[in-house]
């Protein structure tokens, strides 16, 4: 048995590539400029969700004041 015969059932292994990994974007990001012959954007409707938080709180210190009056 000569040396060279001990080597070959080694493996290899491939250098790691240079640079640092970096996760993709979240889907619908944009990655690239807009080239001719893409489809237009679709537009996005946004929803009003309403004043009910600013109702509550006006409502909530009328509360308060109220019982603070009376007690």
């Known amino acids: 048995m000569n040396p060279s015969d001990h080597n070959q059932?080694?493996?290899?292994?491939?250098?790691?590539s240079s640079g640092t990994y970096t996760s993709p974007p979240p889907m619908g990001y944009p990655t690239r400029d807009a080239v001719v012959g893409d489809p237009p954007a679709a537009a996005v409707e946004t929803k009003s969700k309403g004043d009910g938080f600013w109702k509550g709180c006006?409502?909530?210190i009328c509360c308060c004041c109220v019982l603070d009056a009376c007690f």
Do not use: L, Y
């Open 58 to 60: 006006c409502a909530a």
């Open 9 to 16: 059932s080694s493996a290899t292994v491939g250098k790691p």
